[in-house]
């Protein structure tokens, strides 16, 4: 039988039992714990081992692209480098082509040269020829040189011997004039002047607005005012395009005179009085000229002229080459220059060199009443700007004109000068009043012995220096005369453009004559 | 104004709306009437009305040569910095209404003569672009052969007589010019263009006394951009009325960036030069640019004072309202428009690059009309001297 003992032993040793059971029961749940931490570590490593060689492996691909692409790139690189091989090949061909051409003109090259030099050496030969037959011209030349000069000497004698019988007859038949205008008409017949009376009577008709006064059959007389006054006056009745336009030159007839006459002859609509503004009035004229018309403008004394030279210079002169030859300027300036009897030190200047150094003016200086004539009708006719420089001091002065001078279609060429007088000694060149001066000391000059040839220069600009030049290369000397300031006159270009052409003739330096280099003093 | 728009919605709404625009410059002269901006000022006559006739085709083609003028200005500019234009240049951009308006007002007999500033008077009377470009950069087929340059632009067919460039000096003869219409009786007037800083000038006025005298139908047009080169006009003039300095010569002050003020003013002058002498006329402009291309322009007036006149008084601005407002064309037909103008400016520099410049026989020819040419001084000691 059990006892409570026993069954408190057993369970006792039942409870010992299970408690044993109990501790092996949870060391075994320790290590199957144990355990499955290890499988869970070793399956968390498996997976990043697994993760790991997937990026291996895309790591892996990529680079393989890269190598992909780098290939691709590297190929087209070489197609680039391949092309420009076969283009440089191309072009080496071409430049070898130009080489071989080039190669054929220089040969062509050095063919026309052999003959040019050829060419040269008979030409050579030729001018050595040449220069052996001048020389044997010039032997013959002297030779017969000294012929004809002593036939000359002799011509010489017989013309200046006729020419004393000459003169001294126009003495006796100027004496037989100036007799006549003493002498009444019936005394006139019975001493024997039948002939000089009808040569007058014949010329009885008017031939002239202001008809030329006859102290002398033989040629007939005119003042520089009259001359100036019928050439204007024949010019706007022959273009009504002409008009006349300046202080005083209507009403008053003009400050000296020369447009007398003709406001009553053409009315308000062709001769117009201006007030006293020269750069306005000036303006007018050269506008009117770019519109078509032809004025005449008168300036008091040309040195009011530097009032409205802006005008003259730049609205002028300088259009027609400005527009190339659309607008023109047909004007004539026209006026009293120089020095006249004491007027003073701001009326005095002479503006010959002034105007002439421009390009586009035509600059005109007459002295006898043939000049003021002839060169004041080509002036107005004349499709260019000119300045028509006139003297006071030679209005009233009388000059011999021609029949052809009285025409009224008379025109002197503008730029041509004309020899007063022939000479053979010294060539003294002058304008204006100085002409008359300048030849009566040629008269004293031919008593002494020295014969002067003395040029009336008429036309400043454009400058005859071909006649000058022929004179200076026939006499060797050269004086040039003027009236104006010697600095940078008209006298210093005559002297330059003869030093420039004619220097070996001249056989002694150019001598100017010219205004003291000082302001004009009022008492001359 | 209400009538104007009625007439100019219902031709709107007649024609198609494709061909509109092309349509509208060549044929369409309906009138329309037009308000000048600011009211006439007068000195010693009647101002004329403010209502100004006008028609659709002459608001477009006003439009269209003031563009050109403007784009033809600036590619000046531009020319003149790259070096193709040398010497003077003296550009007209903001002063296109005067000459506009005084083109829509007479006819190719009645003379115009200016100072420096003529490229865009010589466009108005007829001249073309490639005239224009070659003559400023020197070119043989310029309208002076090359030998003016830009103060020397002429074309005397169609009565513009330059071109000058001594300030001043182109009033006393285009007072002459006048004279010589007066004397040959043709009924045409002279329109002489000066600045307000040649207004006081004693020739201009020694010509107002001979034209007044002698009842010149010459009319004496002021175009007072208010700065002589860099002078203010307060700091030159004591009075800067210039229309009423003429004393006993009537004048007239108009809005000169008002084309329309513009024509107004110059018919009215015409008609009254023909019958009562001479007239001066005052145009308020403004120049942009300085007074020629060495000039900045801006150490005189200030940027505000430019910006501030092209964006209130630009005469362009305000003919593109009066167009876009009469319905005539859209803003982007405009645009087009500008762009072929454009267009037609480049073509005309690239055409007159390739014009050669002028022969060297060429400096010797013009100085004179009838023979010499010019006397070769320099020439060889052997042979006589040459003549041309």
């Not at chain 1, 019975?190 to 000089?196: A, C, I, Q, T, Y």
Request: glycine fraction near 6%; include cysteine; charge should be neutral.
């Amino acid at each position: 039988m059990w006892t409570s003992f026993d069954v408190s032993i057993k369970l006792d040793e039942q409870k010992d039992e299970s408690l044993s059971q109990l501790k092996e029961n949870e060391m075994l749940r320790t290590k199957l714990k144990h355990l499955a931490d290890q499988y869970m570590l070793s399956e968390q490593q498996h997976e990043q081992r697994l993760k790991q060689k997937t990026l291996e492996l895309q790591i892996s691909e990529l680079k393989i692209k890269q190598h992909e692409e780098k290939l691709i790139h590297e190929q087209s690189q070489m197609k680039v480098y391949a092309d420009q091989v076969s283009q440089l090949l191309a072009t080496e061909k071409n430049l070898r082509v130009q080489l071989t051409s080039d190669g054929e003109k220089f040969q062509q090259f050095q063919d026309a040269l052999v003959k040019s030099n050829e060419v040269f050496e008979t030409f050579k030969q030729e001018i050595d020829k040449m220069s052996k037959a001048i020389k044997e011209l010039r032997k013959e030349n002297a030779f017969l040189k000294s012929k004809t000069e002593r036939s000359d000497l002799t011509l010489i004698e017989l013309v200046e011997e006729r020419e004393n019988v000459g003169n001294l007859e126009a003495k006796c038949r100027r004496w037989r004039r100036r007799l006549l205008c003493f002498v009444s008409q019936k005394d006139a017949i019975r001493f024997g002047f039948r002939k000089e009376l009808c040569s007058w009577f014949k010329r009885g008709k008017r031939l002239h607005r202001n008809p030329p006064t006859y102290t002398c059959a033989l040629c007939a007389v005119m003042t520089v005012r009259d001359a100036l006054n019928s050439a204007i006056d024949e010019e706007m009745s022959a273009d009504p395009k002409v008009f006349v336009m300046g202080e005083e030159v209507g009403q008053y007839q003009g400050a000296y005179k020369i447009t007398k006459g003709l406001l009553e002859k053409y009315g308000p609509e062709r001769v117009y009085d201006t007030p006293i503004t020269e750069a306005g009035f000036t303006g007018i004229g050269v506008g009117a000229a770019y519109a078509g018309l032809k004025p005449v403008v008168e300036f008091m004394t040309f040195n009011f002229s530097m009032q409205a030279i802006d005008h003259i210079i730049n609205s002028a002169a300088k259009s027609n080459y400005m527009s190339a030859g659309q607008i023109n300027v047909p004007i004539v300036f026209r006026g009293p220059n120089g020095a006249a009897a004491g007027v003073g030190a701001q009326h005095s200047q002479c503006y010959a060199a002034w105007y002439a150094s421009v390009p586009g003016l035509k600059v005109l200086a007459p002295y006898s009443a043939e000049d003021a004539r002839g060169l004041l009708k080509a002036a107005i006719r004349d499709p260019d700007p000119v300045v028509f420089l006139e003297n006071e001091l030679l209005y009233g002065e009388s000059f011999p004109i021609s029949e052809e001078a009285l025409d009224s279609s008379f025109c002197l060429p503008i730029g041509k000068a004309k020899i007063e007088r022939e000479g053979k000694d010294v060539t003294i060149t002058t304008f204006s009043k100085m002409v008359g001066f300048v030849l009566k000391a040629a008269e004293k000059l031919a008593e002494e012995g020295i014969s002067a040839e003395v040029i009336n220069l008429r036309s400043i600009r454009p400058l005859d220096r071909a006649t000058i030049n022929a004179s200076v290369r026939k006499t060797s000397r050269l004086v040039t005369v003027e009236e104006g300031f010697p600095q940078h006159g008209v006298c210093a270009e005559i002297c330059a453009s003869v030093v420039e052409e004619s220097f070996s003739y001249l056989d002694a330096p150019v001598e100017r004559i010219a205004g003291a280099d000082v302001i004009n003093y009022f008492l001359k | 104004m209400a009538l104007s728009r009625l007439s100019s919605r219902s031709k709107g709404i007649s024609r198609p709306l494709s061909a509109a625009f092309s349509r509208s410059i060549s044929t369409d002269t309906t009138p329309i009437t037009i308000e000048t901006s600011l009211p006439f000022t007068a000195h010693l006559c009647d101002p004329p009305s403010r209502s100004v006739e006008s028609s659709t085709q002459e608001l477009l083609s006003f439009f269209r040569t003031m563009a050109l003028m403007r784009r033809m200005e600036i590619a000046a500019d531009s020319l003149y910095k790259a070096k193709l234009i040398r010497g003077f240049c003296h550009l007209y951009d903001g002063q296109e209404a005067v000459a506009i308006g005084m083109e829509a007002a007479i006819t190719k007999k009645d003379a115009i003569i200016t100072a420096y500033r003529d490229h865009c008077i010589f466009l108005g009377r007829g001249g073309s672009l490639y005239e224009v470009f070659a003559e400023l950069m020197g070119r043989q087929d310029g309208c002076s052969k090359g030998k003016g340059g830009s103060m020397h632009f002429y074309k005397k067919d169609s009565s513009f007589y330059g071109g000058h460039g001594i300030v001043g000096a182109q009033v006393p003869l285009g007072c002459g010019i006048a004279f010589a219409q007066k004397y040959s009786k043709e009924e045409a007037v002279t329109f002489a263009m000066y600045g307000d800083g040649a207004a006081n000038q004693g020739q201009l006025f020694e010509a107002l006394n001979i034209s007044a005298l002698w009842d010149l139908p010459s009319i004496l047009v002021c175009e007072n951009n208010h700065y002589g080169m860099g002078t203010a006009e307060w700091r030159a003039a004591k009075s800067p009325s210039y229309y009423k300095r003429g004393d006993y010569v009537p004048g007239l002050k108009v809005d000169g960036m008002d084309a329309f003020a513009v024509k107004q003013a110059c018919k009215f002058a015409k008609e009254h030069a023909l019958k009562n002498g001479p007239i001066i006329l005052e145009m308020d402009t403004y120049r942009y640019h300085g007074h020629s291309m060495s000039d900045p322009g801006s150490t005189y007036r200030t940027r505000d004072e430019i910006s501030g006149v092209r964006q209130e008084r630009d005469p362009i601005e305000r003919i593109k309202k009066l167009v876009l407002s009469h319905d005539l064309a859209t803003e982007k037909e405009l645009k087009d428009m500008e762009k072929e103008i454009r267009k037609e400016v480049d073509d005309a520099i690239a055409k007159a690059k390739d014009c050669p410049m002028p022969e060297p026989s060429e400096l010797f020819t013009n100085v004179y009309v009838k023979g010499f040419g010019t006397e070769c001084v320099l020439c060889s000691v052997q042979g006589p001297l040459c003549e041309f």
